[in-house]
């Protein structure tokens, strides 16, 4: 029985490897399409029906392309970088659950059936590990940086770390009121704590700081900061080519689809269709199949919105990108944890929220 | 398999402790503290205490450790002025109150006490290292520790706030 447990697990590591890394590489191609439709150009289209073989072909590209290491950097740590950068990225994935799961006796080989949840590790501080994994990501921006011993490498990595450890504070306060009226750190209690309306709609203060540093944690514009390419050539990753480049690359949109993930499963329902309601009568126990539909519909959706972002607003001043994170995004979030427990303690007294 | 998984980390994390006071380059140091908090933090997932690892990995690892890289990538060290010298007058002192330590240690403790083998080890309490045990005891056996660390803290902060206020001007 243990190693069922055990191969399951492994078929479902696997399984969510393929799946991030295949959409990270559409992610590329959907983000060179959708800025060519917002640009009124076509985007690349030659590749493929639509370009649906680009991101095979820039995969090719990447490993048969020279693998250049500088002479002047330091060796290891130049070669750790993106790895550490991709693997954080990666291994955070791993407690996101994207449905409630499914009982199975695998096709008649077993004779009980068993419990498979749709997540790989069940944990119950899971938010807290995610947010764990996601600041040891910082060290992939640093090393990366440090390591090319180039000035322009080394300020992107020092604005990486600056930009991320605050907007990491934001972060962190900002999940609090959601935490509290949950009473748990299990994703799946809070996503089933939304069953009967979403925590974007009372705690949107809470929401709208949790995306704004979700776009501070993943480096994408407007808070691309180390590497905004007018100011210093392109960051921490100026010095790498190849496939440690295309590492760093992958590093990012795994964070995208990781942060999409979060503000899916903390703000917007997980796998809850609608604001209110629930599932409205439908089973979801025999119908095990819609939760993961709705969720993925929705992290899709945000991915979509992050590259929308993207190619409409313009990049932040250094310091305009400070001064939001510690003026405005941080008291904001406490506010937000100020109204949100009152209105706990208000609910609790009335009886539609359990003490 | 627990046992197995740690061994690996126990060897990592004093292998991590070693490298931080062997390398002369500054920055592999710290991240030899990284890999000894990391490891750490997976003998706290071996005691059931998930909380403190993760708080562990997300305070000391990803902020601290965070901020230590950063002043030390600033401070722009010559390793050459981090050499090691046995002749150093401080190295001198670190041996004489290590062996102090150790022979205080052992002659209060006998040597048994000092290395308890074998037996199964002691269940831990109810609640070990969960986010209520903590809570907890945070909030009732420990209050008075935790509030002076926080008047520290604030302290602390106050400080930082005037120094750069005097910068300024």
């Known amino acids: 029985m243990v190693w069922v447990e055990l191969g399951i697990t492994l078929v479902k590591i696997a399984l969510l490897f393929f799946v991030v890394l295949t959409l990270v590489a559409y992610l590329t191609l959907a983000e060179r399409r959708v800025s060519a439709f917002m640009q009124d150009r076509l985007g690349p289209n030659r590749v493929g029906p639509f370009g649906f073989l680009q991101p095979l072909a820039d995969g090719v590209k990447f490993i048969f392309k020279e693998d250049l290491i500088p002479s002047h950097v330091n060796k290891p740590f130049f070669i750790a970088a993106p790895a550490f950068a991709l693997v954080t990225a990666l291994i955070a994935l791993a407690v996101v659950p994207i449905g409630k799961g499914f009982e199975t006796t695998l096709f008649g080989l077993l004779s009980a059936p068993i419990f498979v949840k749709l997540q790989i590790a069940d944990l119950n501080v899971g938010i807290l590990y995610v947010l764990a994994i996601g600041s040891l990501s910082v060290y992939g921006v640093v090393l990366g940086g440090w390591a090319s011993n180039s000035k322009y490498s080394f300020l992107g990595g020092l604005r990486g770390a600056a930009q991320m450890i605050s907007y990491e504070l934001a972060m962190g306060l900002s999940i609090i009121g959601v935490i509290a009226w949950t009473g748990s750190l299990r994703l799946e209690d809070i996503i089933e704590a939304q069953s009967k309306c979403w925590f974007a709609i009372p705690q949107i203060l809470g929401c709208i700081v949790f995306v704004a540093a979700a776009f501070a944690e993943t480096n994408r514009l407007p808070f691309d900061m180390p590497e905004a390419e007018p100011e210093i050539v392109a960051g921490y990753h100026t010095e790498y080519s190849s496939m440690k480049f295309a590492m760093f690359f992958m590093a990012e949109y795994t964070h995208m689809i990781v942060v999409s993930c979060l503000v899916v499963a903390l703000f917007f329902g997980g796998w809850y269709p609608l604001p209110f309601g629930g599932w409205f009568g439908i089973d979801i126990d025999k119908y095990w199949f819609l939760p993961p539909i709705v969720f993925i519909g929705k992290v899709l959706a945000f991915l979509f919105f992050f590259i929308w972002v993207r190619f409409t607003l313009p990049r932040f001043r250094y310091d305009q990108v400070m001064n939001l994170g510690w003026k405005v995004l941080f008291p904001i979030a406490v506010a937000n944890l100020i109204i949100v427990s009152i209105a706990i303690l208000v609910l609790q007294n009335y009886g539609y929220l359990k003490a | ?169």
Do not use: C, W
């Open chain 2, 1 to 169: 398999m627990e046992t197995v998984v740690f061994y690996i980390f126990a060897a990592l994390s004093v292998a991590g402790a070693l490298l931080v006071i062997t390398y002369n380059n500054p920055v592999s140091s710290a991240v030899s503290l990284v890999l000894t908090l990391f490891s750490t933090a997976v003998l706290f997932v071996l005691l059931l205490a998930h909380f403190v690892a993760a708080i562990q990995i997300l305070v000391y690892a990803g902020a601290i450790m965070i901020l230590f890289l950063f002043t030390v990538m600033f401070l722009n060290l010559h390793p050459e002025a981090l050499r090691f010298d046995a002749r150093n007058m401080a190295f001198k002192v670190s041996i004489f109150l290590v062996v102090l330590l150790f022979t205080g240690y052992f002659a209060a403790m006998g040597f048994n006490k000092a290395f308890p083998g074998g037996g199964a080890p002691s269940p831990s309490p109810e609640g070990f290292g969960t986010v209520e045990g903590v809570g907890r005891l945070l909030f009732t056996g420990y209050l008075l520790p935790f509030e002076l660390t926080s008047v520290l803290i604030l302290a602390a902060i106050i400080g930082v706030v005037a120094i750069a206020k005097r910068r300024e001007s």
